[in-house]
């Protein structure tokens, strides 16, 4: 596997991980039972940023110093057009993660303590599967065509099942987990497990919390399958692939907390999210005939997103305008 990244490059990227885990975890009440404001949310969005792009200004400089100004660009151009593919992509499961806590009754104190979880899980799950999928391709090259064909049979779905709102409460995986474990049928505080006595013994009880831990981490699976081969597309340097995915990622919960929300505003931005995916999808299928540079990925990349979230927020405030121009509004008005 060629990288870029020497032992002491990983030791740091995993240490500044720790780091910002750690601070989250212990610093800012990750783990208690804590209302996220949305200038919480905000604030830790913009550090969440602010640290990945200095990541990505230090490995410039690195580069730019030890292997030269071209491949300082290149590597540096692959890390953020990563980031931005990753974050763009994760917008769809902050989305389920909504659902899944409106669906469960969730209050907004305990969701922190199960995002927080939920990122460490997906960060020790994608680590593996970046991996495993950087030696796959470097022994198998024409895998590139099957992640191709997949990112695009993907985006061709979600564009066409866009509008449609998904039956959690018939959905065959949450059947499945509550015919196979016990589970109470009301939260208890923020405990994942209770004990009960049953016929004089101690019966372990998983609550409700725990289902929708177990359901997010799911999810994180999911949606790794989609995002990681789309990362391929641009590079398959296992370094580059990683601190891109990875501190998308962590700027996960602090993003969710802050669309909370506002998600109906983005009713469009889910067929920006599929035209994206369509994109990688072309790309990676031509990798061997015609190689799309990378910085024109970007621009594409940045330019389906940025439209598709203008669009929703026009829409929107069409919607509301129109709402509140409504007949039965203006006699109610007229009558106040």
Do not use: C
Not at 65 to 89: C, D, P
Not at 98 to 112: D, H, T
Request: zero cysteines.
């Amino acid at each position: 596997m060629e990288t870029i990244g020497t032992w002491w490059m990983w030791a740091g990227f995993f240490a500044i991980v720790l780091v910002m885990l750690f601070i989250d975890l212990f610093l800012v009440g990750g783990g208690k039972q804590h209302r996220v404001s949305f200038r919480e949310a905000a604030t830790w969005s913009v550090i969440w940023v602010g640290v990945s792009l200095l990541f990505a200004g230090a490995l410039w400089w690195h580069l730019d110093g030890a292997a030269g100004r071209e491949i300082a660009n290149q590597k540096t151009l692959e890390f953020v057009t990563g980031y931005l593919i990753e974050k763009s992509l994760a917008v769809d499961n902050v989305f389920v993660w909504l659902m899944l806590f409106s669906f469960f009754a969730i209050p907004l104190e305990l969701q922190k303590r199960v995002l927080i979880l939920g990122v460490f899980g997906a960060i020790v799950m994608r680590t593996v599967m970046i991996f495993a999928g950087v030696w796959l391709i470097a022994h198998f090259h024409w895998l590139l065509y099957v992640f191709g064909a997949f990112l695009l049979v993907t985006g061709v779905k979600m564009w066409w099942f866009a509008d449609e709102k998904p039956d959690l409460a018939n959905n065959p995986l949450i059947k499945w987990i509550r015919g196979h474990m016990k589970l109470t049928h009301e939260l208890q505080g923020d405990a994942f497990f209770v004990w009960r006595e049953e016929a004089g013994k101690l019966v372990r009880y998983a609550t409700p919390l725990f289902l929708v831990l177990l359901l997010v981490e799911i999810s994180d699976l999911i949606f790794a399958v989609d995002s990681i081969p789309a990362i391929f597309a641009i590079t398959t340097d296992p370094f580059i692939v990683l601190t891109s995915n990875v501190f998308a990622i962590l700027g996960l919960r602090a993003m969710y907390f802050l669309l909370a929300d506002m998600a109906d505003r983005f009713s469009l931005l889910k067929y920006g999210l599929a035209l994206v995916l369509m994109f990688i999808g072309t790309k990676m299928l031509l990798i061997d005939i015609f190689k799309i540079p990378v910085l024109f990925s970007l621009g594409v990349v940045a330019a389906i997103i940025a439209t598709s979230i203008v669009l929703s927020l026009r829409k929107d405030a069409h919607e509301r305008l129109s709402s509140a121009h409504k007949p039965g509004k203006e006699v109610q008005n007229l009558s106040e």
